[in-house]
């Protein structure tokens, strides 16, 4: 299985949800098939288009084959080693663009320090985005029952570049046979569709 697919999938059902019970709000989507976007590209999407939320949806992989549950993140200085982990393994998709190095500047997805640096530029929109992030966990842990494993701050590029409230969710690990399962189904993906949609809601709701 592939995270690709199982996000899209996921993806599409959020935004269709939005878009039927609240038709005035404008969905961009960075991708809508099988294609690769790159980092800075969706964080331009987002600011381009004077964005108002910034939703990130993953799925997560560990060498630990019985890691499990789901965590949701915002832009921050890391807690721990783990929570730089996964910063690095979402950053490290930098690496699949043409000519990074030009594009990224100084910026090295496997340095610790250059993680730590952008995390230390971007402090507005905390509020926000950790009161999102708090819904969401909460749905996918609460009524979804999922296994919490928090709300956390990491230094991911694709946050620290956009200009609005935004979180990264990691919805499970494929590297979990039990939870892999879960991920590929289509009520699973539905049912992670349908919480973070809740959240979005409630989100909306209070911020307005």
Known sequence: SYEKDVTLEVILRLGKYIEEKYPDIKVLYSRKTDVFITLQDRALLANKNNADLFLSVHCNANANKSAYGTET??????????????????????????????????????????????????????????????????????????????????????????????????TGFLTNKTEEKFLTSEDGQDDLAKSIFDAFEDYKNTVE
């Open 73 to 170: 993140f915002l832009m921050g200085l890391h807690v721990s080693q783990a929570n730089l982990d996964v910063a690095k393994r979402e950053n490290d998709v930098i690496k699949l663009e043409k000519d990074y190095e030009k594009t990224y500047g100084d910026f090295d997805p496997d340095s610790p320090e250059s993680i730590i640096a952008i995390t230390m530029q971007q402090s507005a929109n905390i509020e926000q985005s950790s009161y999102i992030a708090t819904k969401v966990q909460e749905n996918l842990t609460t009524k979804l029952g999922r296994f919490n494993r928090g709300v956390k701050q990491a230094g991911f590029w694709v946050l620290y570049r956009t200009t609005c409230p935004s979180i990264l969710i990691e």
